[in-house]
């Protein structure tokens, strides 16, 4: 053997093309490896073997067959060529293994070896989750003895297709996958027949399913949740949605209707333009709006002195009529009135649109008073249509009753 032996390996390789290699293997004997994946295509359910096998030839530099023995040898995968920073290393064991008749050797790769330095993954399952990742091997012991300074064989191999089924196993995006364990991502879920940690879309279309880690979705159908619903940031739905748990969020906008059997609590502002359907009742712990407006409000005008002999006056509180309903709800004003004639006396009203206009009007009279009047004060309630209905037009005649 001389000092620089050549690697050469043998036809059998990841995809099967033949492959000739020169390396540098300072203990002096070359390698001749073939790799075998033995990982195969496990059927809907099966559960993916940790466990990979290798077959490979010793020889030295003229291709003559080592002699048989005990062997070690560490198996690390990388995934650069050449690089050997911490970065770099995936994963790696170490095995011991007998070269028999002609240097064969036979190794399963699992995870139960030693294993040299620090990987990256644990797993030999995990190991093929990149793009590109290389083989190194590092004789450290053969017949004669622990190799005083191991090296690893260069070049390193790099793998091919067959040994990345194992990624399977946790798949990050499975586009058509019959069973995913650990599925990130379904990219097509309607195809998806089985996924072990995911909620199941049976007969969903790639509209209308909700999409794991997703920053942003919308859902084009309806929504129906048994359990409960928690929206850390908006919740936008529009279509229906009927919640039969609880209900919790920072903020919700519903263009469609809501149908609510148990508790809606939502700690940020609420925006309704269809139906909000509260069968259990509505608890309102902070502010309700119409956009930017409470649904009540109570006003209070300050109208002009009256002198003595006024007639009517209009005053325009500038409420519109569409938007609010109005009630007079108090009034008082300072001076004296004296009843020397017949006729109207004091004469206090609100009128929708009075003297022209579309607006709530205060029509104030007052007659044959001796003095004017002054410091005088109408508390008006505003409340929104929505919450009211509101039919002066129409006159409620109620009969006299005896006392």
């Known amino acids: ?55 490979g030839k010793l020889t030295d530099n003229l291709g003559n067959a080592v002699k048989s023995g005990y062997y070690e040898i560490q198996f690390r995968i990388w995934n650069d060529a050449v690089k050997s920073d911490s970065a770099n290393y995936v994963w790696g064991r170490k095995f011991p293994l007998h070269v028999v008749t002609n240097g064969m050797f036979n190794v399963l790769l699992t995870n139960d070896g030693e294993v040299p330095g620090t990987p990256s993954v644990n797993s030999i399952l995990d190991a093929f989750a990149g793009t590109e990742r290389y083989l190194g091997l590092t004789i450290t012991r053969n017949p004669d003895g622990a190799i005083t300074s191991p090296v690893e064989i260069t070049p390193r191999q790099k793998l091919a297709t067959a040994p990345y089924a194992v990624h399977a196993h946790q798949a990050t995006s499975a586009d058509h996958a019959t069973s ?10 309607s195809s998806s027949a089985n996924a072990g940690n995911a909620t199941k879309f049976d007969g969903m279309s790639t509209t209308d399913f909700v999409k794991v880690k997703q920053t942003a979705q919308t859902i084009t159908g309806d929504l129906t949740i048994t359990g409960s619903l928690k929206a850390n940031g908006a919740l936008l739905v529009t279509g229906n949605t009927a919640l039969t748990g609880a209900l919790t969020g920072s903020s919700m906008e519903l263009t469609g209707s809501a149908v609510v059997d148990k508790d809606l609590t939502v700690k940020g502002a609420t925006s309704a333009t269809g139906m909000l359907n509260a069968n259990g009742g509505l608890k309102v712990t902070g502010n309700v709006r119409f ?46 009135y004296w009843e020397g004639g017949t006729g109207l006396l004091l004469q206090m009203m609100l009128y ?27 508390d008006v309630m505003f409340i929104r249509k929505e919450l009211t209905s509101d039919d002066r037009p129409t006159l409620h005649y109620l009969p006299m009753e005896n006392p």
């Open 352 to 378: 929708p649109n009075g003297s022209g206009g579309t607006t709530w009007r205060i029509l104030y009279t007052v007659r044959h008073h001796s003095d004017p009047l002054k410091d005088i004060y109408v």
């Open 180 to 189: 995913a364990d650990n599925a990130t991502q379904a990219a097509s879920a």
């Open 1 to 55: 053997m001389t000092a620089n032996p050549t690697l050469k390996l043998s036809s059998r390789t990841w995809r099967g093309d033949p492959v000739r290699r020169g390396v540098r293997a300072p203990w002096g004997i070359a390698l001749a490896l073939a790799v075998l994946a033995a990982v195969v295509s496990a059927a809907a359910g099966e559960t993916v073997p940790a466990a990979v096998n290798y077959q």
């Open 291 to 336: 956009g930017s407006d409470a649904p009540i409000m109570i006003r209070r005008f300050h109208l002009e002195d009256q002198p003595s002999q006024a007639e009517a006056k209009w005053y325009n509180t500038g409420y519109s009529t569409t938007t609010w309903s109005a009630v007079l709800v108090g009034f008082n004003c300072t001076g004296d």
